[in-house]
């Protein structure tokens, strides 16, 4: 599709309604003296709530707006448009393009007309020019506004150029001093409608322009009814425009309007560069390429500001390439290409200040850009290209890139309307990339989120061999909220979760980590499982009161936390297991001989519903080595077809499978998910058990009298040299010595002494006493008080736990490598 200029219209047309043109005057102070009835269904306040008051009411100045006095030289020498936020009456914002024009009274007077139109009502359909934004914004408005006998009390600098009149020939004139009788009736005839209807009217004429005295234009009038604060007709405004090209306007704004739905398909920022080359081809131009920062396509936003003042140009990447001539395709202009802009091209300026250029007439034979890259220069020439747009694409005071746009086959040079299109169409592109950058973010984020809030990891030391999945049912952010753990505990034991926050994304990912951090803490106070649970439910409940707090300062819908927990250790040495669980299916539990089951575990209370009456109960069991034992989440067993027994028994017949490695295992369960992305996260940790050889454990009775530190060091050392440590038997000794005097002191039971090597060496120490000990910090007289703090030192790590007849304290120390036990 060509643009050229058609034919005007043969015939004035009758005059019709407009709704959606909303026109305010304001005074100098910035005061409104009138307004319109499409004002008021706009945003909201009828004239009386209006007039008289400030219009900084219904538009409050944006944070990087230009000072008063800026501002106001600005719109004094050619008006200002631009997209503002206006608030509604009920309060809410509305996204606005506003365009400000000055207008001269007599005696130098001047007031200023507003018109505001909602972005959401633009369309191709609504072509009643007049009061339309996007290109029409930029193009000359006449203004005039007459008072109730239709003469003239306000006029801006245009309608001279429409007509010819002089300003000052126009005060307190009727229409019929300016344009011919007819003419000027039928528009007389108009504005009376406005003035006793208060509807909004358009009316074309013709008239000869001043600047064009070759041929008669065609204008578009639209009236409007300005009213005073009590509702009575003030005065009827004029809002005129050239509409002499007017099939060309509407083929512009049909370009626009296929924007909308050809540009910004997906998310993907190198298909959005292409989708907007292959629009502007061919319905605007011949030839467009689009480059964009480097850094784009990777997810990460261009520095802010429109670029360096020096400096080299930032490097580009080739996304889009569109061109009526196939063999423009195979020149070196591929898509992701990299492109490096000569210092001082046109490319690099617009880059560096966020400016459009338009060369109507290109020079291919001069500047240094032309001999910088002598072989696309030549390629450009043979294309014939004569005439170039270069648009840099910017979003949120960021420039995201450059659209460059030539011209070869048709053979008008782009004008300054081409441009204006061209920057339309460029802007809303650069909306897309700018949607898909802060999706890229979001999910880089989450991605980043849950890489950190997952064990990167999981090793069960030597109690267990393990392996994991986790299925997001959100796939693009790739984030949820299930989560699954393998903690190593003392004593070589170990403990396993699994936990399913409600919800998914990247709020519910952020929950999960505040949850498994909490699990990690309690599992270092070494809690039996139920207990470890009901501290957990203590905290989900803690974080809803923090959530309704917030939502009741914000005036929000507080975020309700809500989860389910399985929580197991495993003992290497008894080989038991003890289990609890919140709400949460229960494991699957695989013998070595294959056969499987789902143990009836009491079910529980889910975390955070303050049924604290409601207990939770562990349960122990053994299990034999090369036991498998299966956690994982609902959304494993639970689809939108089948209900959880009919997962459960899936699940159970691919766990049955035999001579599987884990990690075998783990793939073979997921492939069984249905083909559809799942409705749930799905999680699924296997852990298979090991246990210790009797040679690896070795444990005493010991009397509780002074006398049994003295046989605790012996016990321990000979034990130490018959597992060839003789390294470790002087630390061991005075720790032994240490916890064993401790027992003695403060428990009246007996006292049992028991060493594990598995990869670390652990050094128990049972009493009958429940109270742990805490470390002291003894004076420098204190004659006592030293003794935990000594421990502290020479052990890798120490601790305490509660036992069922008292409580154990243990230390650790590392090991030789080719001393650890496999």
Not at 652 to 667: P, R
Request: hydrophobic content about 40%; aromatic content about 4%.
């Amino acid at each position: 599709m060509t643009m050229t200029d058609r034919t005007p219209l043969a015939e004035p047309v009758s005059p019709r309604e407009i709704p959606d043109a909303a026109i305010a005057m304001l005074d100098a102070e910035g005061t409104v003296v009138g307004w319109t009835h499409a004002a008021e269904q706009l945003v909201g306040y009828s004239a009386g709530e209006v007039v008289g008051r400030s219009a900084a009411h219904v538009v409050p100045p944006a944070a990087d707006a230009p000072s008063a006095s800026a501002f106001a030289e600005q719109c004094a020498q050619d008006g200002w448009s631009g997209a503002v936020t206006v608030r509604h009456r009920d309060g809410h914002a509305i996204k606005m393009t506003l365009r400000i024009s000055l207008l001269w009274g007599q005696d130098a007077g001047t007031r200023w007309l507003v018109s505001v139109t909602d972005i959401g009502t633009l369309s191709s359909g609504a072509s009643n020019g007049a009061v339309r934004e996007s290109l029409l914004a930029h193009a000359p408005v006449g203004i005039v506004v007459y008072d109730p006998q239709l003469r003239c009390a306000w006029v801006n600098d245009v309608m001279e150029r429409h007509d010819g009149t002089p300003r000052e020939r126009r005060f307190g004139r009727r229409l019929r001093d300016s344009l011919p009788a007819v003419e000027a009736e039928a528009l007389e005839v108009v504005m009376r409608q406005v003035l006793e209807s208060g509807t909004t009217m358009v009316h074309e004429y013709r008239a000869w322009s001043s600047t064009d005295r070759r041929r008669e234009h065609a204008y578009s009038a639209s009236f409007f009814c300005l009213r005073d604060a009590d509702g009575t007709a003030l005065a009827v405004c004029s809002m005129s425009v050239d509409v002499t090209g007017n099939r060309r306007a509407r083929e512009r704004l049909a370009i626009l309007s296929e924007a909308s739905t050809r540009i910004g398909s997906t998310l993907d920022v190198m298909q959005t560069g292409q989708e907007l080359a292959d629009l502007a081809v061919p319905l605007l131009v011949d030839h467009a390429v689009v480059d964009l920062m480097e850094s784009v396509p990777f997810g990460v936003d261009p520095s802010a500001g429109t670029g360096k003042a020096y400096g080299p140009p930032p490097v580009l990447r080739r996304a889009g390439l569109a061109s009526i001539d196939p063999g423009i395709l195979k020149l070196p202009w591929v898509r992701q290409d990299v492109i490096r802009p000569f210092p001082t091209s046109l490319f690099a300026t617009a880059l560096r200040t966020g400016r459009s250029y338009l060369e109507s007439v290109l020079d291919t034979d001069s500047g240094p850009w032309t001999h910088h890259d002598p072989v696309r220069t030549q390629k450009l020439r043979d294309s014939g290209v004569h005439s170039l747009m270069v648009v840099p694409i910017r979003a949120r005071r960021c420039v995201l890139g450059l659209a460059v746009f030539g011209r070869s086959e048709e053979p008008t040079p782009f004008q300054e309307d081409d441009l204006l299109l061209a920057e339309e169409l460029v802007t809303r592109a650069a909306l897309s990339l700018d949607n898909a950058l802060q999706y890229s973010r979001q999910r880089t984020a989450a991605l980043t989120l849950q890489r950190d809030l997952l064990p990167h990891h999981v090793g069960g030391g030597a109690a267990v061999d393990v392996a994991s999945r986790y299925v997001p049912a959100d796939m693009d952010h790739g984030v949820g909220g299930d989560w699954f753990d393998v903690i190593k505990l003392s004593g070589a034991r170990v403990a396993l979760v699994v936990g399913d926050v409600v919800g998914h994304g990247i709020n519910a990912a952020a929950t999960m980590g505040r949850m498994r951090t909490a699990v990690r803490t309690l599992a270092d106070l070494e809690l039996p499982p139920h207990e470890l649970l009901a501290h957990l439910d203590a905290t989900v409940r803690r974080l809803n009161d923090e959530n309704e707090e917030d939502a009741e300062a914000q005036d929000t819908a507080p975020a309700v936390v809500g989860a389910t927990c399985l929580y197991a250790v495993y003992d290497p040495v008894t080989r038991r297991c003890s289990l609890a669980r919140a709400g949460h299916p229960p494991p699957a539990i695989i013998d070595p001989q294959g056969h499987v089951t789902f143990p009836d575990l009491p079910a529980g209370a889910p975390l955070g519903l303050g049924l604290g009456m409601v207990p939770f109960e562990s349960t122990d069991m053994e299990l034999p080595e090369g036991s498998v034992l299966a956690l994982y989440t609902d959304g494993l067993v639970e689809s939108r077809d089948d209900d959880l027994d009919v997962g459960m028994r899936r699940l159970g017949a691919v766990l049955a499978e035999t001579g599987a490695s884990l990690e075998d295992l783990c793939s073979q369960v997921i492939e069984t998910l249905p083909t559809q992305a799942p409705a749930d996260d799905v999680t699924l940790l296997l852990a298979r058990t090991r246990g210790l050889e009797p040679a690896q454990v070795a444990s005493w009775q010991l009397p509780n009298e002074p006398t049994a530190v003295r046989i605790a060091r012996q016990a321990a050392a000979r034990q130490l040299s018959e597992w060839g440590l003789g390294h470790l038997v002087t630390t061991v000794e005075l720790v032994v010595s240490e916890l064993v005097t401790n027992a003695v002191r403060y428990g009246d039971g007996p006292i049992r002494l028991r060493l594990i090597q598995h990869q670390v060496l652990t050094c128990e120490v049972s009493d009958s006493n429940p109270s742990h000990p805490r470390p002291r910090h003894p004076h420098v007289i204190d004659e006592n008080g030293r003794g935990l703090s000594l421990v502290a030192q020479l052990s890798r790590r120490w601790g305490s736990r509660a036992a069922t007849d008292g409580k154990v304290v243990w230390a650790e120390q590392d090991l030789p490598s080719k001393a650890v036990a496999v």
